[in-house]
């Protein structure tokens, strides 16, 4: 029976550790700030503001990208995609937002998108 389920996860092109990764509540929104111990990274040339946020209960790495200008009404928007261990020390100001454009899935959410966070996949543009 396991020998089916890892054939079927196989096709499916989710492993086992893909598995446990998304039983995390780290992969499902909404998502609650008590949860992670952020690092702020600080503010690039377009005025966001970038942290690093880990999970408390998987030890998973985010990069969140978080916009709002407080002179617009409903602009709060923020970006959060997953980082591998292999890039984490890659993570900076100037390379946040084509981090986020280059990744292959991940959330989105805001007053401007209407949304407490949602799934997004690529291509993944900030705006």
């Known amino acids: 029976m396991m020998r ?5 996860l ?52 985010w990069l969140k990208y978080l916009i709002d200008w407080p002179h617009q009404s409903r602009s709060g928007r923020w970006w959060r995609v997953h980082i591998p261990p292999d890039e984490k020390h890659s993570i900076s100001t100037t390379t946040a937002r084509e981090f986020i454009e280059r990744s292959f899935e991940g959330f989105a959410g805001g007053s401007f998108f209407n949304s407490h966070g949602h799934r997004i996949t690529t291509p993944i543009t900030v705006a």
């Not at 089916?4 to 079927?8: A, D, F, Q, T």
Request: a neutral charge; glycine letters at 8%.
């Open 4 to 8: 089916i389920v890892r054939r079927l």
């Open 10 to 61: 196989n096709l499916s092109g989710l492993n086992d550790k893909a598995m446990k990764r998304r039983s995390c509540s780290c992969e499902e929104p909404p998502f609650r700030f008590e949860g992670y111990k952020t690092v702020e990274v600080g503010e690039d040339s377009h005025g966001a503001e970038i942290s690093v946020l880990t999970c408390n209960l998987c030890g998973h790495m």
